[in-house]
């Protein structure tokens, strides 16, 4: 059997600053098999970019550990709210702005980067700057810019959420989409339920802070097939809604601690 790309085990983590320590993660085991998205929702402040951080190998836990495929050279990618494109180059120079800082810009990656920028339907744009791209566009030349580098993860922390809410419906579908045809192993922060039924095989409820794992709830709909915006109107989609709803609201009203 193949294993996990990566496996959190019994991992714990505090901030210390001058007004003391805040627990942040109160021992976190899960893995993640190749090829699945998972998706991590939770109260705000519980803990969630703290855990992506902590996978990313960002943060050291305190206790506990990350392991990594270690029969593999796994590269971790990672996408936040902000596209963080440089505003100065177009966007051919942005997206390959990895393999040019990491001293990997060979012709394969031009021409992977070209195959991508047609793939995600960004081609014509190359030479653009990102202020003449819409929030969409910059968000998929942001995504581009990650799988140049041909990660075997993918982290995605509230990728969408500096989006208004119909872009962010049909980005966040399109993004989905890339990631499954690609067959990259994610994990997406989100605080926008429905986003992580869309997306997610695999949703991990969090506790409030510190961040505990409260439930695994496996998701599988109808729809999925077609496409994470068709999978909304899949007829479980309601139902999960409701199951995830009921265990974020207990933990705002402190219900069942
Ligand atoms: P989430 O992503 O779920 O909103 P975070 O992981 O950002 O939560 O933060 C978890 C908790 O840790 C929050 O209560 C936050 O205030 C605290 N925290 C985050 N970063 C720091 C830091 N650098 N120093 C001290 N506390 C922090």
Redesign the pocket.
């Given at each position: 059997m193949e294993q996990p790309i990566i496996s959190c085990r019994d991992v714990c983590f505090s901030?210390?600053?001058l007004k003391g320590e805040?627990l942040?993660l109160d021992h976190i085991s899960f893995q993640v098999d190749k090829g699945e998205f998972i998706a991590i929702v939770?109260?705000?402040?519980?803990?969630?970019?703290?855990?992506?951080?902590v996978i990313a190998g960002l943060l050291t836990p305190e206790s506990g550990e990350v392991i990594l495929d270690q029969t593999k050279e796994i590269r971790v990618g990672y996408m936040l709210q902000q596209d963080h494109l440089l505003e100065w180059r177009s966007i051919w120079k942005n997206v390959l702005l990895g393999p040019e800082i990491t001293g990997t810009l060979t012709r394969e990656k031009e021409q992977l980067a070209e195959q991508l920028l047609h793939d995600y339907g960004l081609y014509k744009f190359k030479d653009k700057k990102p202020g003449e791209l819409s929030g969409g566009m910059k968000q998929r030349a942001a995504l581009i810019r990650t799988m140049v580098m041909e990660p075997a993860l993918l982290l995605l922390?509230e990728p969408f959420s500096a989006l208004d809410y119909q872009t962010r419906l049909m980005v966040s579908s399109d993004i989905g989409s890339i990631i499954r045809k690609s067959g990259i192993t994610a994990i997406l922060?989100t605080?926008d339920l429905s986003e992580a039924i869309s997306l997610a095989d695999r949703i991990l409820v969090?506790t409030k802070?510190p961040?505990a794992i409260k439930r695994t709830i496996p998701v599988k709909l109808t729809l999925a097939e077609q496409s994470p915006l068709a999978a909304r109107n899949a007829p479980e989609f309601n139902d999960l809604f409701t199951l995830l709803w009921k265990e974020i609201s207990d933990e705002y009203t402190g219900e069942n601690n």
């Open positions: 901030y210390h600053n805040t942040a939770g109260p705000s402040g519980c803990g969630k970019s703290t855990l992506l951080s922390d922060i605080h969090l802070r961040a």
